[in-house]
Structures are given as structure tokens and as C-alpha cells.
């Protein structure tokens, strides 16, 4: 059964920096692009940065120069490190695994991580 299990996250203050982790089981993970989203209430789903099966990044322009996402194949693992965090990166961030298979998304989803910036 496919899972992607979330940890890290947390309450920081302005400036500060968070980790979040999420490892996959039940899916053969190198094959899969993987990102990480976030989300606050009231408004739509934001793709905060992707990493490719190869390794590659792109990140949104709120938050490229302070996050930096990572992968390791060998432990299934997709890290997002956030640093100088502010107060509009408050959301509940969730990872994504997503492959295509000609016009045909697969795509998994976190439980979500909690990540609040506080003054």
C-alpha cells in the first residue's frame, strides 16, 4: 500500500529555520517527481518547489533563496529545508509524488505538517 509519511514542521520564530521529511513506502520512488505544496485557509493549494526523478529543482518565487529541497533515493526520502522563514509561510504543507504515464497523472499525497511563523 502506498503511504507518504510527513514529519517534521513546527512553530518558529521570524527568520527562523524548519525541516520537513517524507518518506514513501509502496511505490518505487525513484520513478517519481516529488514536491512539496502548502496551504492556508480560504485559499488554493500552492506548489512551493518540485525536485525531478534526476535530481533537478524548481521553486516558487515566495520562497526560492530559502528553501532547498533534497531527495535520497535509497531511503525513499524528500527533504524541504526552509530557512529565513516570515510570517506568509504560515500554511499546512503537504508532500506530493507524482509520475506520468503518457496523458495519465499518479499522483500520492502527505497527511500534511503544520508549519506556523510567529513574532
Known amino acids: 500500500q502506498m503511504q507518504l509519511v510527513e514529519s517534521g514542521g513546527g512553530m518558529v520564530q521570524p527568520g527562523g529555520s524548519l525541516n520537513l521529511s517524507c518518506v514513501a513506502s509502496?511505490?518505487?520512488?525513484?520513478?517519481?517527481?516529488m514536491r512539496w505544496f502548502r496551504q492556508v485557509p480560504g485559499k488554493e493549494r500552492e506548489l512551493v518547489g518540485s525536485i525531478t526523478r534526476d535530481g533537478i529543482t524548481v521553486y516558487a518565487d515566495s520562497v526560492k533563496g530559502r528553501f532547498t529541497l533534497s531527495r535520497d533515493n535509497a531511503k525513499a526520502m524528500v527533504n524541504l529545508h526552509m530557512t529565513n522563514l516570515q510570517p506568509e509561510d504560515t500554511a499546512v504543507y503537504y508532500c506530493?509524488?507524482?509520475?506520468?504515464?503518457?496523458?495519465?497523472?499518479?499522483?500520492?499525497w502527505g497527511q500534511g505538517s503544520q508549519v506556523t511563523v510567529f513574532s
Open positions: 509502496g511505490i518505487i520512488f525513484r520513478e517519481y517527481w
Open positions: 506530493n509524488a507524482v509520475m506520468w504515464v503518457g496523458a495519465n497523472e499518479r499522483a500520492y
